[in-house]
């Protein structure tokens, strides 16, 4: 089964990159030890340029982000040229954590949730953005903060394979607050790992 590729990338000014990359490798780890043909593929850092910024004023006080539309739309060319600079591989999807919280005029979009991210599609290309902010209150422990982000990775990615909320112990089943979520079992409960495996064996199927 050729493998499923997913480009993934960082936006905005992290103080600790590498624990990015550690989560982006915990979630390979997780597909090789389920034998799933799913990796993530770091792709470096992604910029936009800074006149896309806005100020946003939060109970903090001003807040200086990139809208959704603009994170989007730099994910999108980005994705574009991987695809066309590693021709020889199997990529339509790309992922980005944000260091800052997603803001949109645009209500419309496939995914929005208290806790995790937007998706995106555009014909065949599929765009996810996971912002960690909301992870971030009341993380004490690096591993503590790391585990949600990986959780919160896992549960993006299980959405771009079509799977839906769950109510098992499962990624795939939103929390109502961060210490649920801290529970929650990492991976997938067995009928959404079914359905992943379901969806790729189809995509396999489905090539020429
Ligand atoms: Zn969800
Ligand atoms: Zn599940």
């Known amino acids: ?85 590693k021709g020889s591989i199997k990529m339509d999807k790309i992922f980005a954590l944000v260091s800052f919280p997603l803001v949109s005029r645009n209500p419309y979009f496939d995914f929005y949730e208290q806790f995790f991210g937007i998706q995106e599609e555009r014909v065949g290309l599929r765009m996810m953005v996971l912002s960690v902010k909301p992870f971030e209150n009341g993380a004490e422990r690096r591993e503590m903060f790391k585990n949600r982000l990986l959780k919160g990775v896992l549960h993006e990615i299980g959405h771009s394979y079509g799977l839906s909320h769950c109510q098992n112990n499962c990624v795939m089943n939103p929390p109502a607050n961060m210490d649920e979520w801290d529970s929650r079992f990492l991976g997938y409960c067995d009928s959404c790992f079914l359905e992943i495996k379901r969806k790729l064996s189809l995509l396999e199927f489905e090539l020429p």
């Open 1 to 85: 089964m050729p493998i499923d590729f997913i480009a993934a990338t960082y936006i905005g000014s992290f103080e600790d990159s590498g624990l990015l990359l550690e989560v982006y490798d915990e979630v390979n780890r997780y597909f090789m030890r389920e034998e799933l043909p799913i990796r993530m593929l770091f792709v470096g850092k992604l910029s936009i340029p800074p006149g896309y910024l806005i100020n946003l004023q939060t109970e903090a006080g001003t807040v200086k982000l990139y809208p959704l539309e603009a994170i989007l739309d730099a994910l999108h060319s980005k994705l574009l040229h991987e695809i066309e600079s």
